[in-house]
């Protein structure tokens, strides 16, 4: 197995810059990993590719205005990125800026917010905030929105870079296959019989890292914090139990239940996951992926291939190339079910 193994080629006017106009009005492209057959069609059109009885699990983190300014003693500009809270007045942050200051510095920040750097963690920083950080980040923050989307963030993202079910806050990268829900597909959908459970898994910066070894095999992703709690576990053993399909809306939700089933079957889970989901890899849970399109030779494309085939998931990404599909975050989407073998 190598990196390049996952590479296409996509041309950069494909990659979408902002929102369409109407989150379910995505195009959808549909993946039999059985057949390798493939089919265009609308996202709107997606309760009458599920079944009464399917269960939609959805990912219910809420991303934060993660992204703030502000300047070093010495004057310089610098920018801060949260990766994850630890407290109420506490974070832990990506830096940068021209000279990386100094641990016991004190940045003075946008709005009269003061943060001082307490210590090197690895690549971050831990800070400690004079105000609550929340409240101050949703007054000051901008949306980290990914670095592929080349303009600043602009108000209507704190909506749109946001799923409509979003519900704990902590993320600072959408769970992106969610983007194109909105109510009324909701209702359809539940007018169709189709369940719902929710898992919170808070995406991290290293969602964006991009796999540098040539093995991908020895790749660590980076932690994310996830809870899958037990009412979505006894939807699932529903769901089993009628014969019907379990379907994880986006990367985010497969890596959740593929952890918390680690065990060898599913069961309640706090903690972290560094779960990174290869070809070869059994799934315990998943019978179905909606999922948006990913980088060349990053780990999400490694586990969409992992699911559909990498013959097949590389073939429907050519396809959608031709088609001028849109990529990436605030592009279209794949429904994809399972290649021979790829099911434990």
């Not at 041309?11 to 810059?17: F, G, R, S, T, V």
């Not at 109407?22 to 549909?30: D, T």
């Not at 800070?127 to 950080?133: M, V």
């Not at 529903?238 to 986006?250: F, I, Q």
């Amino acid at each position: 197995m190598r990196r390049a193994d996952f590479a296409y080629e996509l041309p950069d006017e494909l990659i979408a810059q902002a929102p369409l106009a109407k989150r379910a009005a995505s195009r959808l492209l549909v993946l039999d990993g059985v057949s390798g057959t493939i089919r265009d069609t609308v996202f709107r059109e997606l309760p009458a590719l599920l079944e009464p009885g399917d269960l939609l699990v959805l990912n219910d983190t809420r991303v934060i205005p993660a992204r703030a300014f502000g300047n070093k003693p010495s004057g310089g500009r610098v920018e801060i990125l949260v990766e994850r809270l630890t407290g109420e007045h506490g974070a832990l942050v990506w830096l940068k800026a021209s000279k990386t200051p100094a641990p016991g510095a004190r940045l003075e920040m946008d709005g009269g917010a003061s943060a001082e750097l307490l210590e090197r963690v690895g690549e971050l920083w831990r800070i400690a905030l004079d105000r609550p950080i929340l409240p101050w980040l949703d007054a000051y923050g901008h949306v980290p929105l990914p670095p592929y989307i080349r303009r600043a963030d602009e108000p209507d993202d704190r909506d749109r870079y946001q799923t409509v079910y979003s519900m704990r806050p902590g993320a600072i990268a959408a769970p992106t296959a969610g983007l194109h829900f909105d109510a009324e597909l909701l209702r359809l959908l539940a007018a169709r019989g189709v369940q719902t459970a929710a898992v919170t898994l808070h995406v991290g910066a290293g969602t964006f890292m991009p796999v540098r070894s040539e093995d991908p095999r020895a790749h660590r992703l980076h932690a994310e914090r996830l809870t899958v709690g037990r009412e979505a576990c006894e939807a699932v053993a529903r769901t089993r139990a009628a014969r019907r399909r379990v379907v994880a809306v986006g990367t985010t939700v497969v890596r959740s239940l593929e952890t918390a089933a680690s065990g060898g079957y599913l069961e309640p889970f706090s903690g972290e996951t560094e779960l990174f989901i290869l070809p070869g890899y059994r799934f315990r849970v998943v019978d179905a992926i909606v999922t948006n399109f990913h980088l060349p030779e990053s780990s999400l494309l490694m586990l969409v291939c992992a699911f559909g085939g990498r013959e097949n998931v590389l073939t429907a990404y050519r396809h959608a190339v031709s088609a001028r599909y849109r990529f990436y975050s605030y592009g279209d989407a794949m429904l994809v079910t399972p290649a021979p073998g790829a099911r434990a």
